[in-house]
């Protein structure tokens, strides 16, 4: 029981014990990332940032849930998923003999940017 409790207190962090920096540090960063290109960064348009099917699956449903809602993209695992000439293209798939469709986004591996989203009816 004292184990359990104190991996609770040891998880269990409140706003009071962080440090938080604060939107206008948010904001200098983002005005700086905008204009000063020799600034430390690991996007440097070369690196395959995103590496594996999973990081690009757990991508691809933050956003698709969001459009489309959890249960509707959910309901097409697995997903087929394909790395190819950089670019994450994924799609749902649908029971043999359904009828209706699928969605299709494809992501770039290289700086996570959206080039394409879609759900075929």
């Given at each position: 029981m004292t184990f359990l409790s104190f991996a609770l207190s040891a998880c269990g962090q409140t706003k009071k014990e962080r440090l938080f920096l604060g939107k206008s540090?948010?904001?200098?960063?983002l005005k700086?990332?905008?204009?000063?290109?020799?600034?430390?960064?690991?996007?440097?348009n070369k690196t395959v940032i995103i590496k594996d099917?999973?990081?690009?699956i757990n991508i691809a449903e933050a956003i698709l849930f969001g459009i489309y809602g959890k249960e509707n993209i959910t309901k097409q695992r697995p997903y087929e998923t394909y790395l190819l000439n950089n670019y994450w293209v994924l799609t749902g798939t649908l029971p043999k003999g359904s009828l209706g469709g699928t969605f299709l986004i494809i992501i770039n591996a290289i700086d996570?940017?959206?080039?394409k989203i879609t759900h075929g009816k």
């Open positions: 540090y948010a904001q200098e960063e700086l990332a905008l204009t000063d290109k020799k600034q430390h960064n690991v996007v440097d099917s999973l990081t690009a996570c940017k959206i080039i």
